[in-house]
């Protein structure tokens, strides 16, 4: 049973990244999932969330028009496009994956499962 976030590197701000995440060894079609980051010294905070139907629950408010979150065609496959980005978008990126939520889609405490992150850095 993992999750495996996929897609980070190094870009420049303006740049543009697609993160994946992708499950295995259980059938995530019917789990919420949601993207988080943690940047040096801070802690781990939020991004977006999206049901297992595809609907879109949000974004943090500091990447609001500039990132998506999206299902693969694949069950258990969410993305992340990430445009515009800027230097402060810098951080490890998380994929997580929730059966449901009782509370705010923006707690790390309502996700059941974690993948290894995969890094993101955009240079100025």
């Known amino acids: 049973v993992q999750l495996q976030a996929l897609g980070g590197g190094l870009v420049q701000a303006g740049g543009s990244l697609r993160l994946s995440c992708a499950a295995s060894g259980r059938a995530y079609s019917n789990y919420h999932m949601g993207w988080f980051r943690q940047a040096p010294g801070k802690e781990r905070e939020f991004v977006s969330a999206i049901t297992w139907k595809g609907t879109n629950l949000g974004y943090a408010d500091s990447v609001k028009g500039r990132f998506t979150i999206s299902r693969g065609t694949a069950e258990n496959t969410v993305y992340l496009q990430m445009n515009s980005l800027k230097p402060e978008d810098t951080a490890m990126y998380y994929c997580?994956?929730?059966?449901?939520?009782?509370?705010?889609?923006?707690?790390?405490?309502?996700?059941?499962?974690w993948g290894r992150g995969t890094q993101v850095t955009v240079s100025s």
């Open positions: 997580a994956a929730a059966q449901f939520f009782g509370g705010s889609v923006t707690s790390q405490s309502e996700y059941d499962l």
